[in-house]
């Protein structure tokens, strides 16, 4: 919201403007019309890609508007689940059954924790960025550009956590896949 060149709603805009001008430079036989089209498309999926970039490090949601702060239950969730899986591998070498059986359902229990956490980030995440985008566009239309400034804060700090989410979520379907 705050920077037009991390804004997925912006990045569909210039694809659809790119492509009419594509298409017009097409019908009319103007072949700098129809590059500058599919050029300004390709800026924008660019563009597009950038605004759907984020992570995680140490219990902080990066991503193109920010750093944010995690859910404490994602990191005590992801540690726990280490733990868990060393005391089952653990168990499992030296014949410990009551060691494996304990790092099994701590591992179990770090899921659960590390989903909690998930599901608060990537809820209040998005409930941050409607409101954001809502209160910066009442913001402007009374033109308080302090307030606007506030709902863009939340906006973006909101856009992180999902982000963030997203990519943690990614890694685990593609850890799955191979």
């Known amino acids: 919201m705050s920077d037009k ?14 492509a009419m001008q594509s298409a017009l430079g097409s019908i009319t036989g103007n072949n700098a019309d129809k590059s500058q089209g599919e050029n300004r498309k390709a800026a924008a999926d660019a563009k597009d890609d950038l605004s759907h970039t984020g992570g995680t490090l140490g219990g902080l ?5 920010g750093v944010a702060a995690n859910d404490p239950n994602r990191t005590t969730g992801s540690y726990n689940q280490t733990m868990g899986s060393a005391k089952e591998a ?5 014949g410990m059954e009551s060691m ?7 591992n179990q229990e770090g899921k659960g924790q590390e989903a909690q956490g998930q599901l608060s980030d ?9 409101k954001g985008a809502v209160g ?6 009374t033109g308080d550009e302090e307030g606007k400034a506030r709902a863009e804060r939340q906006h973006d700090q909101g856009k992180t956590l999902q982000r963030g989410v997203e990519s943690e979520l990614d890694k685990k379907a593609d850890a799955q896949r191979y």
């Not at 653990?90 to 030296?94: A, D, K, Q, Y």
């Not at 494996?100 to 701590?106: K, L, P, V």
């Not at 990537?122 to 409607?130: K, S, T, Y």
């Open 5 to 18: 060149n991390t804004s997925t709603l912006q990045s569909y805009v210039d694809q659809a403007s790119g």
């Open 136 to 141: 910066g566009a009442f913001h402007s239309l």
């Open 61 to 65: 949601s990066f991503s193109s508007t």
């Open 100 to 106: 494996r059986s304990a790092g099994e359902r701590q």
């Open 90 to 94: 653990i168990g499992s070498l030296t």
């Open 122 to 130: 990537l809820g209040g995440g998005m409930a941050d960025r409607a």
